[in-house]
């Protein structure tokens, strides 16, 4: 199973609103990662975690928040979220170590009204 | 720091043309490269990867070779399909990141 799978598929909130993503893997990979990608543009590091831990955040602003509860999933609640924070969140997952590539799950589709 | 260049699209081919995208690297030491692919609508696909110099990657039909000396891997394939209409991503990995290129779109007419 190479399979790493978000929900939901998309999601519409308001600024006020406090909402989760959820990612999940179980290829017993160690490190996990959450990115924000825009129309057009690459991918962008928010944060890695490597081992249940946190080893990277690419100072993303306080009303993201990232949970990892087990080495099978990945969280990332939102709160007060701006307009600008619309685009697709992507979810990876890799082995731990260098060489080894990163595996995306199909992403969340995010509007925030 | 490192960084990954590639060529600007959007890119436009004829079914079965050949198709080269080119991408460049800086970066210390000796990093992985790949290849992402990624489809209308959908996440990122790992293309292909190459882990040292003069190592060839290759799937489904496309293949680049890491080449040290030009700090290049570009991507080719011999004969397109409408089904490879995407954007291209090429990549290195750097620690626990991998940095993107900006990626190019690829439009392949029938």
């Known amino acids: 199973d190479t399979e790493v799978t978000q929900t939901p598929k998309h999601l519409v909130m308001g600024m006020t609103n406090k909402k989760s993503l959820k990612c999940e893997q179980h290829?017993?990979?160690?490190?996990m990662y959450w990115y924000k990608q825009k129309a057009k543009k690459p991918p962008e590091l928010m944060f890695v975690?490597?081992?249940?831990?946190?080893?990277i955040n690419e100072s993303v602003p306080s009303r993201f928040s990232p949970e990892c509860p087990n080495s099978s999933l990945l969280n990332l609640h939102l709160h007060a979220l701006q307009p600008e924070d619309s685009a697709l969140y992507l979810c990876a997952s890799s082995p731990v170590g260098l060489h080894y590539e990163q595996y995306f799950g199909p992403g969340t589709r995010l509007t925030v009204t | 720091g490192d960084s990954v260049t590639q060529m600007e699209g959007p890119v436009t081919l004829s079914e079965e043309a050949f198709l080269t995208i080119n991408c460049t690297y800086t970066a210390t030491g000796y990093p992985s490269l790949f290849w992402y692919v990624q489809y209308p609508g959908e996440g990122l696909q790992l293309l292909l990867k190459?882990?040292?110099?003069?190592d060839k990657g290759s799937n489904k039909g496309f293949e680049a070779t890491y080449r040290k000396e030009t700090t290049s891997f570009h991507l080719e394939k011999g004969s397109v399909q409408v089904s490879d209409s995407a954007v291209y991503f090429c990549?290195?990995?750097?620690?626990?990141?991998?940095?993107f290129g900006k990626g190019t779109r690829l439009h392949i007419l029938p």
């Open positions: 975690y490597s081992y249940e831990k946190l080893s």
């Open positions: 190459a882990t040292k110099a003069d």
């Open positions: 990549a290195l990995n750097r620690d626990d990141k991998i940095i």
């Open positions: 290829m017993g990979h160690r490190a």
